[in-house]
């Protein structure tokens, strides 16, 4: 491994926040960095600071000589032209490549994309495909080190699957921004967090993510020890330096100096140990119904494309149901038909009467950007009433970890995990039967994402939830139901079971249906092998047919309203579904044979 870039001793301030100080960092060859730490630390900035986009207040990046480093920025825009067109104009910065090579490189990196020749405006994609375009333009001319921030935004979750397998094919060294803990357990070698919790400001581990959690749990009971001792020596200190002047006459100066040392030791020591998180708690009306909302038959069709058809779920207390689905299923179309906001095509929504429904916005389209933080989060005065309690603003902007000389900073200068806190503080001045959550996980940092799945957990209401993080589905759904082709919509017991289903997802051309038994080549086997395949081949025809009848009962009302028979029918279908995979996998063996 060849050290690449070199920082020492960087520091960055905007205006009087200071954003980190004295930070010191290699990167290697065959590094796959995952970049992680609290909203603020600086992650973003310091992308900016090693590809020269932002000058360090101080210290020395130094690259290797000659080196190129690909960055892909949290968000890009496009000129109205075709993604063809978009890497065309980059490669005629290359002005030693011939044209032919330069188009053969636009079609190779479109095909690896997944672009169509039907794709024709960059400007008019979706965040997800200009992350992909985004992408594709830094690596056309491959880089020494490649700078990704939180790339996984604006993906769905078969997006999300498409860029690991395609990070780890694709590229040798990065340093990815993410708060994805899947992502960066699947796809890092080391870990790298920026936070003041550390007395050089940041900590790196090599090794898989769940190393650098224990390694950081290690640390962190080392320095709450450290903390413990200086306190003895702080409290014996205190003490002596608290005697009358008459009787520290005759002690030396160096004395006092050692003891003025001792006390600020313990004084950062204490700082760093204190680890702050948002207090996320929401607000529940405490119903007791049974049934919060029944959908019946429901289906939606959106300028005569049918989204989904023929739905059958009831959400009661407890339900966490977690919408799966490409960007396009309907996934925030079905929750704006549980608000109201749309009206089904056919079948019925009936809510309980006076249903307390509270909607988080994936795009923040209620926060103006013009706004103070002061406005932000209290926009009728001084004070926001909290479970019928008033609390001044000082104690609620530092509930969501803003300091006080933060509330009269713009919005549209704090960061997106900033503002992504602020959107939840809002939801939880408003009490709530159900609530309704679309991407709530973008920008926000991991600290913050495992309070909210902490506090979603205890909500004793119903939750509905997108996200493409799969660590928070896994931990927090109950339920899972996805969307895509009408013909698709289907309920699932959990994460896993889903992912499972996606990866054995017959072609798009293909009609739905019962998977087609295998005929087995008896010319190749030998006798035995032959009646092994006729026994694996009429098992799996009696398997396919009990999935068929159990996913007809899981879609069932008597089954959607029992959320014990729903589970219990569930887990059947994932038991059945992992024979059926076994059964299978035994097929393909013997034809290996």
Request: proline content about 5%; glycine content about 6%.
């Amino acid at each position: 491994m060849s050290l690449l870039l070199n920082c020492q001793s960087l520091e960055k301030s905007f205006g009087s926040r200071r954003i980190f100080a004295d930070l010191s960092l290699g990167i290697f060859s065959g590094d796959r960095i995952g970049l992680i730490g609290p909203n603020g630390a600086g992650k973003s900035t310091l992308l900016k600071i090693l590809v020269g986009q932002e000058l360090p207040d101080a210290g020395i990046v130094s690259p290797k000589k000659h080196l190129r480093i690909g960055y892909v920025p949290q968000s890009s825009e496009f000129r109205d032209i075709s993604p063809h067109e978009v890497l065309l104009e980059r490669l005629q910065e290359e002005s030693l490549m011939p044209d032919y090579e330069k188009e053969r490189l636009a079609q190779t990196w479109l095909s690896k994309m997944g672009f169509r020749e039907s794709d024709n405006s960059a400007q008019l994609l979706s965040g997800g495909w200009k992350k992909r375009l985004a992408i594709a333009l830094e690596l056309l001319t491959p880089p020494d080190l490649l700078l990704l921030d939180e790339p996984t935004n604006h993906l769905d979750l078969e997006g999300v699957l498409w860029f690991e397998k395609f990070l780890l094919r694709e590229v040798s060294t990065f340093i990815i921004v993410s708060h994805d803990r899947y992502i960066l357990q699947n796809l890092t070698n080391r870990t790298v967090e920026i936070n003041s919790l550390y007395p050089e400001g940041l900590f790196s581990v090599e090794g898989s993510h769940a190393n650098f959690l224990e390694k950081k749990q290690l640390f962190m009971e080392g320095q709450r020890v450290q903390e413990r001792s200086f306190a003895t020596k702080a409290r014996r200190e205190t003490h002596w330096l608290r005697q009358t002047a008459k009787a520290r006459t005759t002690k030396s100066q160096s004395r006092i100096d050692k003891a003025q040392e001792i006390l600020q030791e313990h004084a950062e020591l204490r700082k760093r140990n204190t680890q702050k998180k948002a207090d996320i708690q929401f607000e529940t009306s405490r119903r007791q119904t049974r049934k919060l909302l029944v959908a019946n038959n429901v289906g939606l069709e959106l300028g005569n494309r049918p989204l989904f058809q023929h739905l059958d779920i009831t959400l009661s207390p407890g339900t966490r149901l977690g919408l799966m689905g490409v960007n396009g299923s309907g996934k925030t179309s079905f929750l704006r038909l549980l608000t109201g906001e749309l009206s089904p095509t056919h079948g019925t929504i009936k809510p309980a009467d006076d249903l307390k429904i509270v909607y988080f916005d994936q795009h923040r389209a209620k926060l103006s950007l013009d706004l103070t933080l002061r406005e932000a989060l209290a926009p009728t005065g001084d004070y926001v009433f909290f479970r019928k309690k008033p609390i001044h603003i000082i104690g609620w902007c530092k509930r969501f970890l803003f300091s006080p000389d933060m509330l009269d900073m713009p919005l549209k200068k704090l960061s997106g995990g900033e503002r992504a806190r602020i959107a939840i503080a809002h939801l939880m001045l408003q009490p709530a039967d159900l609530l309704l959550l679309d991407e709530p996980t973008n920008d926000l940092d991991i600290p913050t994402l495992e309070t909210l799945e902490e506090s979603l957990i205890d909500f004793p209401g119903a939750v509905v939830l997108i996200t493409h993080d799969r660590y928070m589905l896994d931990r927090l759904c109950n339920i899972f139901l996805a969307l895509g082709n009408p013909e698709e919509t289907q309920l699932y017991a959990d994460y896993a079971q889903w992912e499972s289903a996606q990866r054995r997802k017959p072609a798009p051309q293909k009609p739905k249906g019962a998977k087609k038994v295998p005929t087995s080549r008896k010319k190749d086997l030998s006798f035995k092998e032959r009646r092994e395949c006729e026994q694996i081949e009429k098992a799996m025809g009696n398997e396919e047919k009990k999935l068929q009848e159990l996913n007809s009962v899981v879609t069932a009302a008597s089954t959607v309203e029992n959320p014990q028979k729903l589970q219990k029918v569930c887990k059947q279908i994932a038991e059945t579904q992992s024979h059926i995979d076994s059964l299978y996998h035994r097929w393909a063996e013997l034809h290996k044979l």
